[in-house]
């Protein structure tokens, strides 16, 4: 439920700093990032005193960062097409780097397998603990944020002249989504496509403020990774799915809809 909660919170968060509802975790390759980087200081044999959360989100945030450095580039800069593609094209490239790690390290693959599919069952008990930490700062700040974050949805003009800054606030926005990203792939893995259904339906069906959509995110993002769990333990008995497959089958359509009315 941490993770679906922390998945739905950065989606809101990352579909408002970019102004892109197709802004996601998953898409934008802040998933690939973060399980890159685990996987990364895994092989090596490193261990961190703040463990796979701080891994995690330090990998997330540096490959947003490239996402963003590369779709500003051109006469064009920062449009949602751009952030989307790129998002798309990182993410495929931090996957690809993974699994060379794990072909060429058998243990690592061994010990990752069903962790890199999404997979909800034998959670770690010490990672849990230690990933909490970092979705409840992340939460906090997201909390913060949203009176900021409602003003820079006016334009940055606007939002500048009811006194934001832009910079902090972004910034402050990068930290709360790594946080929240780190936190979530280090419990479950990269489960995607929850940070982009979860702030849609509320977006459409309750409220567009972010006062009220980052707490419902948090609780919409954990039941619907609930009932994903759910699904694939029993939908195909005696076999079970990871929970990250589920989300991906349900999620995958959704984002090619939106994406075919977003770019006609």
Do not use: Y
Not at 103 to 124: K, S
Not at 160 to 169: A, N, Y
Not at 234 to 255: D, K, N, R, S
Request: positive net charge; aromatic residues 4%; glycine residues 10%.
């Amino acid at each position: 439920m941490v993770t679906g909660a922390a998945l739905g919170v950065a989606g809101v968060l990352l579909q408002s700093v970019i102004r892109n509802p197709l802004g996601e975790p998953h898409i934008l390759g802040l998933n690939a990032g973060a399980a890159l980087a685990v996987v990364i200081t895994s092989a090596l044999g490193l261990s961190l005193p703040f463990g796979r959360p701080l891994v995690a989100a330090a990998g997330a945030a540096a490959l947003f960062l490239l996402v963003l450095m590369f779709s500003s580039s051109g006469r064009t800069g920062l449009t949602p097409m751009k952030v989307t593609l790129c998002g798309v094209a990182m993410s495929a490239f931090a996957s690809s780097i993974t699994a060379a790690v794990l072909i060429l390290d058998e243990q690592t693959l061994l010990a990752m397998r069903t962790w890199l599919a999404g997979d909800l069952a034998g959670i770690n008990v010490q990672t849990l603990r230690s990933a909490l930490w970092a979705a409840a700062a992340g939460f906090v700040l997201a909390i913060g944020l949203s009176p900021s974050l409602n003003m820079l949805a006016l334009g940055d003009r606007m939002a500048q002249g009811l006194g934001v800054s832009l910079l902090k606030t972004r910034l402050l926005t990068l930290l709360a989504i790594a946080l929240l990203c780190g936190a979530a792939v280090s419990i479950a893995g990269p489960i995607g496509f929850i940070g982009l259904v979860v702030p849609q339906l509320i977006r459409r069906l309750v409220s567009v403020d972010l006062r009220v959509m980052v707490p419902l995110s948090a609780l919409c993002g954990a039941l619907v990774l609930l009932l994903a769990d759910i699904a694939a333990r029993t939908l195909f008995t005696p076999w079970e799915l990871a929970a990250g497959i589920m989300t991906a089958l349900v999620g995958a359509p959704v984002f090619i809809f939106m994406a075919s009315r977003m770019f006609k």
